[in-house]
């Protein structure tokens, strides 16, 4: 598998949000991927979304996990079921907000926990999914990378699943979603795609 790490680099250099001088470290390679726009590329390859720059929670993680894991740390992908309610989401715009106070939208959520080669004794939760710009919209951003404290997760987290180190994360995900969201799974596409198109408008710029 070649490596994920030059293409990012380019990639966040000719877009300006990474300095040519600058190295791609752990904070940085965190930083760059929180901040790519929240909409769903046409697939979920690390590849892809570097090329058309932009990626869901999945998208993001499958991405920044292969950077980390390229820069010396270990790493587990996990998926976590829960929903979207107006108690845990009041951010959502009136439509969606609505929506989910008529009845909660099942999702499965993707982040990361993270043990780096200094901290061997110790995993971190590493949450990339909104971005920087999301702060301003009362959304639950993680600001930077700290490895004294785990990053808040983009999600009222009810039951976790770790993804094994021979298992493909996307094939594991689509099974809990059939699983979980069942039947509401057109609901849930719909709900992401209104999310995504939201967060477009309003960070647009």
């Not at 030059?6 to 965190?30: H, K, M, Y």
């Not at 929240?38 to 697939?43: F, G, L, P, Q, V």
């Not at 301003?136 to 990053?151: R, S, Y």
Request: proline residues 7%; contains cysteine; aromatic residues 6%.
């Amino acid at each position: 598998m070649p490596p994920i790490a030059p293409l990012l680099r380019a990639a966040a250099i000719q877009r300006g949000v990474l300095d040519p001088s600058a190295t791609l470290n752990v904070a940085e390679a965190v930083r760059i991927v929180r901040d790519l726009p929240y909409e769903r590329a046409s697939d979920r390859r690390p590849e892809t979304i570097i090329e058309e720059w932009r990626g869901t929670c999945s998208g993001k993680h499958y991405l920044l996990a292969r950077m980390l894991e390229e820069l010396g740390a270990s790493v587990i992908v996990i998926h976590a079921t829960h929903h979207f309610t107006p108690e845990n989401s009041p951010w959502l715009p009136p439509d969606l907000l609505e929506e989910a106070a008529r009845e909660p939208v099942p999702d499965v959520h993707t982040f990361l926990r993270v043990q780096l080669d200094a901290f061997r004794d110790e995993w971190f939760t590493v949450d990339a999914t909104w971005p920087m710009a999301a702060k301003a919209l009362g959304m639950p951003v993680n600001e930077g990378f700290d490895h004294k404290a785990d990053h808040r997760i983009a999600a009222d987290v009810e039951e976790i699943v770790h993804v094994d180190e021979e298992d493909d994360p996307q094939t594991v995900k689509e099974a809990l979603i059939a699983a979980f969201v069942d039947d509401q799974a057109a609901r849930r596409d719909a709900f992401i795609e209104r999310l995504s198109a939201w967060l477009g408008e309003r960070l647009a710029g």
